[in-house]
């Protein structure tokens, strides 16, 4: 078969995210309808550059979504096909078995897998950490900057100096460090999930009990059982069996996350979470003065109650914002660790991966280090163009 012109090979890549494109369009059409019943989301398609950003975003957590259930790849992104190395983009595939896509559509790499479904699957793979990752940040810094802010004195002065103490540290030596098989022996980077990954369920038994403190009735009910099921989703993470952290028997364990994807998200998570906590502290310092805080402390809400259902709402935007722009700085940050082969397994489709297997050849071949460099990209300007969307529209709310 003749090589495919670079019209056929963009309307078969077209062709193969059909199912992307139709989530969108189906997305932007229910959103736009109700936009006025929706908050600040729905606003932000009153922004165009939001709506941009949004429209970059969802795409790629579209063609990771649909990529892992199998329905935009074209090949096993693992797979090799020694006649397909370092092949142009719309290549055909010599001698064929029925029911196998015939061209390689985006190329091969240099081990003969093909460009285009490694692109899909490593949406996905940062699709699963870059925004749990940033998640798990911003729980640790709220949790620790509101009480921080809040109270000031002894308790500011310690948890600050301790997050400036971890943002002096240069983050690629942490994570040389952490990836080292002797410190991985040791089981520090299992400890330190064990620590992290605590936060959320302390945030949500603070937050449950602050609003429903005088309703003890429906308080401990709903205490016992969102935090049975994150306490089991807890254990489940940090658990793994034949680590220093094995708690959980096989059967009672959820999933099973591999080292090195623990490895980075630890990393990612202790990295950003003392930011966030600078950012908390210091809107928690302003809004604290505001009238209404005062008017709660005197109508007798305690302090927990204060924090997170007057002063955090108040610092939505903001937080927003930086949540936002935290999960392009995270992916980048992935980009940059799978380029110096930290942390993720070496054959890992993720992007930074990618485009060091295909740096090395840059000057003959482009496209297997192009197609996930453009990826990774287009991810990141659309997240900071819909952080400048949102932006925009809570400063008018």
Excluded at 48 to 68: P, S
Aim: net charge neutral.
């Amino acid at each position: 078969m003749d090589p495919l012109s670079w019209g056929e090979i963009i309307a078969r890549v077209m062709a193969q995210l059909t199912p992307v494109w139709i989530a969108l369009v189906l997305l932007f059409v229910v959103s736009i309808l109700f936009k006025r019943r929706l908050g600040l989301y729905g606003k932000l398609f009153d922004s165009m550059i939001g709506m941009i950003g949004f429209a970059l975003v969802m795409f790629w957590v579209f063609t990771g979504l649909f990529g892992a259930m199998g329905l935009i790849v074209t090949h096993d992104s693992l797979a090799q096909i020694a006649s397909m190395k370092n092949k142009v983009p719309g290549t055909a595939i010599l001698g064929v078995e029925e029911g196998i896509y015939p061209y390689y559509l985006l190329g091969g790499d240099n081990l003969g897998r093909d460009v285009f479904s490694r692109m899909v699957d490593g949406a996905w793979v940062v699709m699963q950490i870059a925004p749990l990752a940033t998640v798990f940040a911003f729980m640790v810094g709220i949790t620790l900057g509101l009480p921080a802010g809040y109270y000031g004195g002894r308790l500011d002065t310690g948890l600050s100096f301790l997050a400036n103490l971890i943002l002096a540290f240069p983050v690629i030596l942490l994570f040389y460090l952490l990836v080292t098989p002797e410190i991985i022996a040791t089981g520090i980077p299992n400890y330190m999930a064990t620590f992290l990954f605590i936060f959320p369920l302390v945030f949500a038994a603070v937050l449950l009990n602050s609003r429903y403190h005088t309703r003890p009735s429906l308080r401990t009910p709903l205490l016992i059982g969102v935090l049975g099921v994150l306490g089991w989703l807890y254990l489940s993470l940090v658990s793994e069996v034949g680590s220093k952290v094995h708690i959980l028997p096989g059967f009672a364990d959820l999933f099973d996350v591999p080292s090195g994807i623990l490895v980075v998200f630890v990393s990612v998570v202790f990295v950003n979470s003392p930011t966030v906590f600078r950012i908390v502290r210091g809107l928690t310092m302003d809004i604290k003065t505001r009238d209404y805080v005062a008017a709660a402390a005197t109508r007798g809400e305690g302090p927990w109650y204060i924090m997170l259902w007057e002063i955090l709402p108040n610092a939505r935007g903001p937080l927003i914002v930086d949540f936002c722009l935290r999960i392009g700085y995270t992916t980048i940050l992935l980009g940059t660790l799978g380029f110096f082969g930290l942390g993720l397994p070496p054959e890992s489709p993720d992007w930074g991966t990618t485009i060091n297997d295909g740096r090395r050849l840059l000057r003959i071949y482009l496209h297997p280090a192009l197609v996930p460099a453009f990826s990774l990209l287009s991810l990141v300007l659309g997240l900071n163009l819909l952080a400048d969307g949102l932006r925009e529209e809570s400063l008018r709310d």
